[in-house]
């Protein structure tokens, strides 16, 4: 490996020195580069990539007097992160609303709590709430408040009942509205639930009671969504960007993207306004005809590239839509104890009309799974979509996979599918699984990263923003620590060591974009895309890896953020 450095770095010489370069050096360089930690003395970055990296002595000799100099200090460089999943423009949202998250992210741990956050954010902006004509809120979880039961059209009209009032459930599944948006939106007693949705409903079976699970929220935002305008969407997307960068992202993802999305970031890339990589994911289903008419994309241009489609099999185990196989644990107000959640495309042919589509197109797809239910539908149809039109390398992924069975993952390795875990789980929703919704044994297993080491798959992590905050670092210490939030760990055997950890973030999330030749390691030719963090995730005590700061957040030789 030095050797082949060394020359590399011989034939960049002359080239270094003809131009401005930066010099990276003085603390633990992590390259990230095989299958053990390897570090390296010094970096040189020049023109947005990699041109060296090896011993001080050798970078000092070939880098000249143009060379800029960055003494670490101690401090750590590795590669940017990469996120295997998210969704950047509604992280934006979640940035630019009211915070409802519960600590330790937000105040968020009660109905009274989230009245009066909903209160001051309309108080504090006023011209903001004007100019919307909604008090908006995102990351209420009902699982850590205190009555243990999502809020209603009733508790929210004490928010307001002149302005329609919206809060976002933090698993991005759920949502509650007050009465001024319910009939906003055009729900009464006289709505049906839509196909893969439900409108809860007040004790006489009909008047919706402000509590929206899946298509019954989704049908209901997504055209207020599209209504902002212009200037707010943009506003949305660049804060997404901010949230990203800020947490050592330079690889974001919109998972799920709209046309209308898909429209905006385009144009905020040939604008130059985007300052790290988003790679977008329409959804097949919904955007069907866009898709066929402009395909993916393999290359970004300035920053943007449609990089392959997304589809959602089912819902959220937190919110207990997920599709499960077993009854859930306790099942959700009104339904039956052998109540296992739904599909979000309740017909099996249709399903496999869209993965077909994927497969024949050559598109990379993206399946939301939950329940392992839904994990089978996909294993399924993705073993049909094979033997119709050949399964060479397409990485396709399972998002989230949480449930996923043992036999799955021996399927999905069969068939090349890529679980791409929800590592947050654990620590956010282990004593919610174990005791509400799947069981101590079924909530042992959740986002298995240790059953897909053992049996050599590659595998990502991911924080599926903006149900999570965008943090790297929490992910990395959540796949590591698998804490609750009581302190129990839960599922010992699924944890993994950090540098597994790492690469979920890093190497083998590049692989799952098919960008590993460009990214994912500190490489000579890849992109300089950078992180430097306070402290070495390998070194410290894995209690404390979730106290490491991001220090500067590089794109292309080019800082994004700094503390």
Same mark, same amino acid.
């Given at each position: ?107 968020g ?26 008090i ?5 979880d ?113 998972g ?120 089978e539908?996909?294993i ?15 990485r ?14 021996d399927? &999905? ?10 590592? &947050? ?19 042992s ?34 796949t ?35 960008e ?46 700094? &503390?």
């Amino acid at each position: 490996m030095c050797f082949l450095v060394s020359l590399l770095a011989g034939c960049e010489q002359d080239v270094v020195k003809e131009s401005q370069a930066t010099l990276y050096f003085g603390g633990d360089i992590l390259t990230m580069a095989g299958d053990e930690p390897e570090y390296v003395e010094a970096l040189i970055e020049r023109d947005g990539k990699i041109v060296f990296t090896g011993t001080y002595d050798q970078a000092i000799t070939i880098a000249g007097e143009t060379v800029s100099a960055v003494d670490l200090k101690g401090k750590t460089l590795l590669p940017g992160f990469i996120d295997a999943h998210g969704h950047i423009y509604l992280a934006g949202i979640q940035r630019l609303t009211t915070n409802l998250l519960p600590p330790p992210d937000g105040n968020g741990d009660g109905i009274d709590a989230l009245v009066t956050l909903l209160k001051n954010f309309q108080k504090d902006n006023p011209q903001a709430v004007k100019n919307s004509g909604w008090i908006a809120g995102f990351g209420y979880d009902d699982s850590q408040l205190k009555e243990r039961r999502h809020p209603t059209a009733d508790d929210l009209d004490r928010v307001s009942t002149e302005y329609p009032v919206l809060i976002i459930h933090q698993s991005g599944h759920l949502a509650s509205m007050n009465h001024k948006a319910l009939e906003m939106v055009g729900y009464d007693a006289n709505t049906k639930d839509p196909v893969g949705g439900i409108i809860r409903r007040e004790a006489d079976g009909k008047t919706p009671n402000g509590v929206l699970e899946e298509m019954g929220f989704f049908q209901a935002v997504f055209p207020l969504m599209a209504a902002l305008g212009e200037e707010n969407q943009e506003r949305i997307a660049l804060a997404g960007a901010e949230a990203y960068a800020e947490f050592g992202f330079t690889t974001a993802q919109d998972g799920r993207a709209t046309k209308d999305a898909v429209v905006m970031y385009r144009k905020l890339a040939a604008e130059n306004k985007l300052k790290i990589d988003v790679a977008s994911y329409p959804d097949l289903q919904s955007e069907t005809e866009y898709i066929k008419s402009i395909g993916t994309e393999s290359d970004y241009t300035n920053h943007f590239r449609v990089a392959g489609v997304k589809l959602s099999f089912d819902g959220s185990p937190q919110g207990k839509t997920a599709w499960l196989t077993e009854p859930y644990k306790v099942p959700p107000a009104g339904q039956a104890e052998d109540y296992r959640g739904y599909p979000a495309i309740p017909e099996a042919s249709i399903r496999q009309q869209l993965v077909d589509m994927a497969f024949e197109s050559n598109w990379q797809l993206l399946v939301h799974c939950n329940g392992d239910a839904a994990s089978e539908a996909m294993i399924d149809a993705m073993g049909k979509a094979a033997e119709k039109f050949g399964n060479e390398d397409r990485r396709s992924v399972m998002i989230h996979a949480q449930t996923v069975r043992e036999d799955q993952l021996d399927r &999905m390795q069969t068939l090349g599918i890529v679980p791409s875990f929800f590592s &947050m789980h654990p620590f956010y929703w282990g004593d919610w699984h174990r005791d509400e919704t799947l069981g101590p044994e079924r909530a042992s297993r959740i986002s298995p990263t240790g059953s897909a080491l053992q049996r050599g798959m590659i595998f990502t992590t991911h924080h599926d923003a903006p149900v999570a905050l965008p943090s790297a670092i929490m992910v990395l210490h959540i796949t590591v620590n698998r804490l609750t939030r009581s302190g129990q760990v839960l599922g010992p055997e699924q944890r993994v060591a950090p540098y597994v950890a790492l690469q979920s973030q890093t190497s083998w999330a590049a692989w799952q974009y098919f960008e590993e030749d460009s990214k994912g390691t500190l490489e000579v030719g890849k992109l300089a895309d950078l992180v430097i963090l306070d402290k070495n995730p390998l070194k410290v005590d894995p209690a404390n890896i979730m106290n490491i700061s991001v220090v500067e957040t590089i794109k292309e030789g080019n800082t994004v953020y700094a &503390m």
